[in-house]
């Protein structure tokens, strides 16, 4: 087990306690356990969600599922704030390994949720990417061991039609996206997948937005800016109306991006 998997003591002993629990657990069917998302890529801070996966055998029964329900109320309820933004997915192996499985349900921890469902969220070519490339074990083999590598061309297809399916939802619907986590979520979100799309790898929502910063219009730079304002306390900014002008320009950042990634990429992963 990796004692210092993050900078941060406090959060260490969340992950330790999680590791030890689920390994006492599952046993055996327990293969290892990873860090993925801003803690791998190496670009966190204190308003981090704590990215995870766990590598298991098989499928989980409904015993075990019920017992990790459990299992994650009570890590919930540790008394750290950190326990309160664990968010990860449960991935039998032979999932794990083959991308061409992606977009399929795996058993699934929202953000700031004690009990598991079923959920695509993990289930992609790019957190397979982060987990064999910069994955954090907490414990088990080498996360490289345990997927197999994923061609560019899947990365950027994949990518290129979450920036379509999203985009297109998120402008016939704003109103579900109308407060400060989201419209800050959405600039970044677009900032980093543009950025992935056009290098080739994931980045984080940090260094996506210093990268858009230096390759889109300057127009756009103070509502980048403007989106970490958004990234504390999520339980808050999720209740709160966003500023309108910043609102509507969100908007006109999606179709902006969605405009030059199509031009960026075909829909086969391949550069025009």
């Not at 990365?155 to 109103?175: F, K, M, Q, S």
């Not at 929502?205 to 403007?226: E, M, Y």
């Not at 504390?232 to 109306?241: F, L, Q």
């Not at 002008?245 to 025009?272: S, Y």
Request: with cysteine.
């Amino acid at each position: 087990m990796n004692p210092n998997p993050t900078p941060y003591p406090e959060l260490n002993g969340v992950l330790a306690e999680l590791t030890a629990r689920v390994q006492a657990l599952l046993g055996d069917k327990c293969v290892g356990l990873y860090l993925q998302g801003s803690f791998a890529v190496g670009d966190f801070d204190e308003h981090s969600d704590v990215d995870f996966i766990v590598a298991i055998r098989h499928d989980l029964t409904d015993d075990e599922v019920t017992a990790l329900n459990t299992l994650h109320e009570a890590v919930f309820d540790l008394g750290s704030e950190w326990a309160k933004h664990l968010e990860g997915s449960y991935f039998p192996l032979d999932i794990l390994r083959d991308y061409t499985q992606s977009g399929g349900d795996v058993w699934y921890l929202d953000h700031g949720s004690r009990n598991l469902i079923q959920s695509d969220h993990c289930n992609t070519a790019l957190v397979r990417w982060v987990v064999r490339e910069s994955g954090v074990p907490l414990a088990g083999p080498a996360p490289a061991s345990l997927v197999d590598p994923i061609p560019v061309q899947s990365l950027r297809r994949e990518i290129l039609a979450v920036i379509n399916e999203w985009g297109r939802a998120i402008l016939a619907d704003p109103e579900p996206f109308r407060n400060r986590f989201y419209q800050g979520f959405i600039v970044l979100s677009y900032c980093r997948m543009l950025h992935d799309l056009l290098n080739g790898f994931p980045g984080s929502k940090r260094a996506g937005a210093a990268w858009a910063k230096a390759q889109l219009d300057p127009a756009w730079h103070g509502l980048i800016d403007r989106t970490w304002a958004c990234r504390p306390d999520p339980a808050t900014s999720v209740r709160t109306r966003p500023d309108p002008d910043d609102f509507q320009a969100t908007l006109r950042f999606v179709a902006h991006i969605i405009e030059k990634a199509n031009a960026a990429a075909t829909t086969d992963g391949t550069l025009r």
